[in-house]
């Protein structure tokens, strides 16, 4: 089993930073890739980005691209995600997921049901 945690959310202003941080733990030598997801009130859930855990190759939703980025520390077990230019509709629940190998299906298509394991989430609120 693989556990995840993530920190680092918070309030920030429009146009403000964050980084957000998922520590994994367990069987980490089995992860494949992690992603992170983000929910906002009455929404469903969204992919936000991922990395390959072995190649450091991303993936980003649109609504992110250019404006976050996502890079991970192998010896730490953790992945990362720098939130640059927030702005408002950024608001929610961001939560940390992770793949094993051979679990491919959440890198061709990363929909929340195509991921194994996952974080409890971090608030993150952006205020005008």
């Known amino acids: 089993q693989v556990q995840l945690v993530e920190s680092g959310g918070g309030l920030v202003q429009d146009g403000g930073s964050l980084r957000l941080s998922c520590a994994a733990s367990g069987s980490t030598f089995r992860i494949y890739y992690m992603g992170w997801f983000r929910q906002a009130p009455g929404k469903e859930r969204e992919f936000v980005a991922a990395?390959?855990?072995?190649?450091?190759?991303?993936n980003y939703g649109d609504s992110v691209k250019g404006r976050f980025t996502i890079s991970r520390d192998n010896a730490k077990d953790t992945v990362y995600l720098q939130m640059n230019n927030l702005s408002p509709e950024d608001t929610g629940v961001y939560y940390c997921?992770?793949?094993?190998?051979?679990?491919?299906?959440?890198?061709?298509?990363?929909?929340?049901?195509?991921?194994?394991?996952w974080g409890q989430g971090t608030q993150v609120t952006v205020s005008l």
């Open positions: 990395i390959s855990w072995s190649t450091g190759n991303t």
């Open positions: 997921a992770a793949n094993p190998y051979g679990n491919t299906l959440g890198w061709s298509n990363p929909a929340p049901d195509n991921y194994v394991h």
